[in-house]
């Protein structure tokens, strides 16, 4: 079964994975896109989004905004919050690494 079949819809553009879908998940992952942009998202996105939402301290979701693909272990277009005082952590895989990537800008 691929990963898009589990995804939730919550909304046109709002789609869930949710923390029962792999074991430690602390919150569910939510990709901000478009169906169509959903189900072109290479898969290692919804590996690594459901990862972020392993960390500890992890506040709420672990989101993935349109543009998302694959990074170091965090998706590039992945958003978390992290609590100190919950365990939180601070990832730089979240950020820099994609530089002049090629993604399209409009």
Not at 20 to 40: D, F, G, Q
Not at 98 to 104: A, R
Request: proline residues 6%; charged residues 20%.
């Amino acid at each position: 079964m691929a990963i898009t079949d589990t995804l939730q819809k919550i909304s046109d553009t709002v789609w869930e994975l949710p923390a029962t879908y792999r074991e430690n998940m602390r919150v569910p992952a939510r990709i901000i896109a478009t169906e169509k942009l959903v189900r072109e998202m290479e898969e290692t996105v919804y590996q690594q989004i459901s990862n972020v939402a392993t960390l500890p301290g992890i506040t709420r979701y672990a989101l993935c905004m349109p543009d998302g693909h694959s990074g170091y272990g965090f998706p590039i277009g992945g958003v978390a919050a992290m609590d100190v005082r919950e365990g939180g952590v601070i990832s730089p895989g979240g950020i820099g690494f994609d530089i002049n990537c090629g993604m399209q800008r409009a």
